[in-house]
């Protein structure tokens, strides 16, 4: 069965530091990747999401990049962190191959920038 | 632009209500519609609705979806308090399997 691993589960950084969260997949092969972040208050909104290693597509421009150096490891990234990038980062995979995709979440990160 | 609407935004029941919460879409390249139940942490998922008109069934929730109108309904019926959670209704559309969310209902079931 497949699996999606998230860590650390809580985070809090001081604003300027880098930062680094990761996600890995068992379990599938060539999953689509997903990061979405959660601001208090607001629904999911999706930041990158990756069909394949190497190849990333950013939906909104911001503080934060992506990166998919293996086919089921997808790491997002700040070199230097925001207080708005508070929140709490989901990342999530389908298989990508038919019209029947359900988007499954990792367990989360909650950062907390002060 | 893809968009999605949840209503309300948030309720408050008492236990054992029906609950109605509806999603509405403006969408190109529809393919899926998901809801997901949110409590502390991950979404998990509930239905997927592909075909107009087909109800989906698990236990006391149920949803259907309207591909005329738009729009689809997530019913709970004997609300429990178990229950209280955010609920977000998703649109899946087709491509890269891009995801569209709601900002999803909260919904506080009071004992």
């Known amino acids: 069965s497949q699996t999606i691993h998230q860590w650390p589960a809580t985070l809090v950084q001081p604003v300027g530091s880098p930062l680094s969260l990761e996600c890995t997949v068992e379990?599938?092969?060539?999953?689509?990747l997903y990061w979405y972040r959660q601001a208090a208050g607001r629904g999911l909104q999706l930041l990158f999401y990756?069909?394949?290693?190497?190849?990333i597509s950013s939906e909104v421009p911001q503080n934060l990049s992506a990166s998919r150096p293996q086919d089921r490891q997808f790491i997002l990234s700040s070199k230097k962190l925001l207080l708005s990038d508070s929140g709490f980062y989901l990342c999530?995979?389908?298989?990508?191959?038919?019209?029947?995709?359900?988007?499954?979440f990792g367990p989360g990160t909650r950062l907390t920038v002060l | 632009e893809d968009k999605v609407v949840q209503s309300p935004l948030s309720l408050v029941v008492h236990e054992g209500d029906t609950v109605t919460l509806n999603c509405s879409y403006e969408?190109?390249?529809?393919?899926?519609l998901l809801w997901y139940k949110q409590e502390k942490k991950a979404p998990t998922f509930l239905f997927m609705l592909?075909?107009?008109?087909i109800e989906k069934k698990s236990g006391r929730l149920s949803s259907i979806l309207d591909k005329k109108e738009l729009f689809s309904i997530l019913n709970i019926t004997a609300t429990q308090t178990g229950d209280s959670a955010i609920y977000l209704c998703?649109?899946?559309?087709?491509?890269?399997?891009?995801?569209?969310f709601g900002k999803g209902t909260m919904l506080l079931v009071s004992p």
């Open positions: 379990g599938t092969s060539n999953p689509n």
């Open positions: 592909t075909s107009s008109g």
């Open positions: 999530a995979w389908t298989s990508g191959r038919g019209p029947g995709d359900t988007q499954y």
């Open positions: 990756s069909v394949g290693i190497g190849q």
């Open positions: 998703v649109l899946l559309t087709s491509g890269y399997s891009t995801l569209t």
């Open positions: 969408v190109t390249n529809f393919r899926s």
